[in-house]
């Protein structure tokens, strides 16, 4: 097959809406209970994310949410009803799922032989406290290794409530990645084989990547200096 005869792979650019502003932050990091070491200190920009977006997407995203919505329909589930919205922004596909369904849009990418994801790559969390209702988020990397593609799932629970269901039945390599959200987040995945911490001690207080985090800590040597925690160092702000 020469060049000019293969399918066009080209990832599309096309973005969302202007999308829901959930915030303001100050600063590089929106630390607000210690000084700004960044030199950013007076930085002020709107929390904004990506809205909703429309057809067509473009490129192949059109064709792997075709096949998706048509699988989920054909097991008996209405689409809307698991993909709250499709977001197609910086050219990557997201579909935002909720959370109940979570494990079989998973189970459904790996299996359906025209989308096959057979690799999730992993999952992260977000903190963002202004996103109410839903403040703790997770998204998952899924690659296809059999198409050569690559997307993202994403699931929201509020800080009330922060359950997600478990996808290590699906991705056993999930295991040590859900285990991190949890230590850092406190987001907790239902039916996780053994749900611990894996970085910070068992008998830790709090989840430190969150935003409400304290920024204190503790002072620390290093090379025979001693290095003064977050809260005590200089604000350039």
Known sequence: MSEQDRPDERVPVQRGDTGEAIGVRKGMFGANNGGDTTGYGRLVRTV????????????????????????LEEQGLVPSNAIEKTVVDRGQLTFHIAREHLPRVARTLRDDPALRFELCTGVSGVHYPGDKGRELHAVYHMRSITHARVIRLEVTAPDADPHVPSVVDVYPANNWHEREVYDFFGLVFDGHPALTRIMMPDDWQGFPQRKDYPLGGI?????????PSPDQRRSYS
């Not at 809205?51 to 048509?70: I, K, M, N, Q, T």
């Not at 002072?219 to 290095?227: D, L, R, S």
């Open 48 to 71: 904004r994310l990506p809205g909703e977006s429309v057809r067509p997407y473009g490129g192949w995203f059109d064709e792997v949410a075709d096949e998706l919505e048509g699988a």
């Open 219 to 227: 002072p620390v040597e290093y090379k025979g200096a001693q290095i």
